[in-house]
């Protein structure tokens, strides 16, 4: 599930503009971190982004009132 998202935008893409893009996910128990970011060709930071990610088990599943299995 979904715990939080940031973005960050610097400017507009441009289509076509060659970008590099970088992304790394990290595990803690329950929890998953991801982040991204994309760079132009003169290293400028066009576009970011942090989210964070909780894993639900089915006892998590099964108090929403979804069954699994």
Known sequence: MLGELT???E?????????AVVAQI???GRKRTSGSVAWDTEGVVVVKAHATWV???ESHFASFGVKTG
């Open 7 to 9: 973005v960050g935008i």
């Open 11 to 19: 400017r507009r893409v441009v289509p076509d503009e060659p970008l």
């Open 26 to 28: 990290a595990a803690d």
């Open 55 to 57: 894993v639900l088990d």
